[in-house]
């Protein structure tokens, strides 16, 4: 979450579920954007794996 939330803000999302408790969530589409926001997501998920390569 801490790599989305430094290199893609606009991503992550804080929702209130039922219960008035707030989580985080990665936001991988707009239903009006689709395939150009998963393709954006996907991107973001090699940008990630890339990362941890390199640190092991």
Do not use: Y
């Not at 939330?5 to 954007?33: N, S, T, W, Y």
């Amino acid at each position: 979450m801490n790599f989305f939330e430094q290199c893609f803000p606009d991503r992550v999302v804080a929702v209130l579920d039922d219960k008035g408790r707030h989580a985080k969530f990665i936001l991988v589409a707009r239903m009006l954007d689709g395939l150009s926001d998963i393709a954006d997501f996907g991107r973001a998920v090699v940008a990630l794996k890339q990362g941890l390569g390199r640190r092991m």
